[in-house]
């Protein structure tokens, strides 16, 4: 299952340099994951220091 990111996202970018996959581009306001592209292998929850992103449902 791919992951989204919260409304709490700070938009820091740490996420965007862990992801392998290019999955996740900046939004506005906040970052989004493409789901088409997120592997599940949550290297971006890891980073994440606002605990922001969760497994999408």
């Known amino acids: 299952m791919a992951h989204k990111i919260l409304d709490t996202c ?6 965007i340099d862990e992801c392998p996959t290019g999955a996740i581009e900046e939004g ?20 994440c220091p606002t605990n922001s992103i969760v497994e999408a449902e």
Request: glycine content about 4%.
């Open 10 to 15: 700070t938009a820091c970018g740490d996420c």
């Open 28 to 47: 506005d306001p906040i970052y989004k994951i493409d789901p088409d592209l997120c592997t599940d292998c949550a290297m971006c929850v890891e980073v």
